[in-house]
């Protein structure tokens, strides 16, 4: 019972690199999230998706891409790490009003 | 514009006190209150939820109690131990499946 996987769990990267952050779910379903969250700040939605191939943007999508080709994965890549983009991301999944689950986030630093 | 605003910041309780932590929110759409607990390096987790047709929920030592009139909803946590230490989050969402609104947490210490 994984419930909703996040890789990796910790990564350093350099300015103006690029990556991607892994999010998986095994629930089925259909809604899914991308937040981060920075100390004293709460969690902030940078990207949603209602289904595959549907996304749209949340409260801090500048500087973020987001992808859904399948009901289980929906990775968040990043272009040109910046060091604004330092912070805790936490993937989570929902069926339609129903509460969320969380994965255990990726710590991101970016020097 | 902080649409879910939570309050205190930071609350230090003693074993077998009440912890009590408010949030206040200014879409009167807004129709479901979660609140969730989260544990140091883990993501949060629900912890109990609230819809408006009702002023108070419990669920063994935690309560919710909502003012829909004062647009305010509290988490109360009876007899407080130290396994409770945690940051909780008040959030805040409306009819269809909109995004859940995050208030910015509060960091929970239970001593002994």
């Known amino acids: 019972n994984a419930g909703v996987t996040q890789t990796p769990k910790f990564r350093i990267l350099k300015i103006g690199q690029s990556m991607t952050l892994q999010c998986t779910q095994d629930?089925?379903?259909?809604?899914m999230y991308w937040y981060r969250q920075d100390p004293g700040m709460g969690l902030k939605l940078i990207y949603y998706?209602?289904?595959?191939?549907?996304?749209d943007k949340g409260e801090v999508p500048n500087g973020y891409n987001v992808s859904r080709s399948t009901t289980e994965d929906f990775p968040l890549r990043l272009e040109l790490a910046a060091p604004s983009q330092t912070s805790v991301y936490f993937c989570?999944?929902?069926?339609?009003?129903?509460?969320?689950?969380f994965g255990d986030g990726t710590r991101l630093s970016i020097l | 514009q902080q649409q879910v605003k939570q309050s205190p910041q930071s609350l230090i309780v003693q074993k077998g006190g009440i912890s009590i932590i408010n949030c206040a929110y200014e879409?009167?759409?807004?129709?479901?209150f979660p609140w969730y607990q989260q544990f140091p390096g883990k993501g949060p987790a629900l912890l109990i939820a609230i819809r408006p047709d009702v002023s108070e929920k419990k669920e063994g030592r935690f309560t919710i109690s909502f003012n829909k009139s004062a647009k305010q909803f509290s988490l109360h946590i009876m007899d407080s131990q130290p396994g409770d230490s945690a940051t909780y989050f008040c959030?805040?969402?409306?009819?269809?499946?909109?995004?859940?609104?995050f208030g910015k947490g509060t960091r929970l210490s239970v001593i002994a």
């Open positions: 959030a805040a969402e409306s009819e269809g499946n909109t995004p859940l609104v």
């Open positions: 989570a999944s929902s069926y339609s009003g129903q509460p969320q689950h």
């Open positions: 629930m089925n379903h259909n809604y």
């Open positions: 879409n009167t759409a807004f129709d479901y």
């Open positions: 998706s209602v289904g595959a191939g549907i996304t």
